[in-house]
Nanobody, 120 residues
Framework: QVQLVESGGGWVQPGGSLRLSCAAS????????MGWYRQAPGRQRELVAV???????TYADSVKGRFTIVRDSAKNTVYLQMNVLKPEDTAVYYC??????????????WGQGTQVTVSS
C-alpha cells in the first residue's frame, strides 16, 4: 500500500516558477525511480523528468534547462522545480514511483495529479 501526495500546482504567468513536491508513504520496499509525467487536454501522457535510485536524471527535451528534478531519499520525496514556465507547460502533472519488490515484481504507483496552468 503506497500513497503519493502531490502539492505545489497552481496558476502562474509565463516566465514564472513553481515547485511541485511528491511525498510517498506506506509500505515501500526499494524505490527504483521517482518522477513526473504530465498530460495536457487531448494529448498523451508524457514523461517530464525522472530520477533513478543511482541519481541519474532524465528530462523531456522540451523542459531541459528549465526544469530540475531533485530528491530527498530519506523522506521518499521528489521535487520538480519549474522555471521559465511557458503556456505549453499547462497540464496535469502526475507523480510516479517505481519500486522493486522482487526481480519479477516491480510495481508502479501514481499520484492523483496536480494542475499547472501557465497563462497571462
Amino acid at each position: 500500500q503506497v500513497q503519493l501526495v502531490e502539492s505545489g500546482g497552481g496558476w502562474v504567468q509565463p516566465g514564472g516558477s513553481l515547485r511541485l513536491s511528491c511525498a510517498a508513504s506506506g509500505t515501500i520496499f526499494s524505490i527504483s525511480a521517482m518522477g513526473w509525467y504530465r498530460q495536457a487536454p487531448g494529448r498523451q501522457r508524457e514523461l517530464v523528468a525522472v530520477i533513478s535510485s543511482d541519481g541519474t536524471t532524465t528530462y523531456a527535451d522540451s523542459v531541459k534547462g528549465r526544469f530540475t528534478i531533485v530528491r530527498d531519499s530519506a523522506k521518499n520525496t521528489v521535487y520538480l522545480q519549474m522555471n521559465v514556465l511557458k503556456p505549453e507547460d499547462t497540464a496535469v502533472y502526475y507523480c510516479n514511483l517505481r519500486s522493486r519488490v522482487t526481480s519479477f515484481y516491480r510495481p508502479e504507483y501514481w499520484g492523483q495529479g496536480t494542475q499547472v496552468t501557465v497563462s497571462s
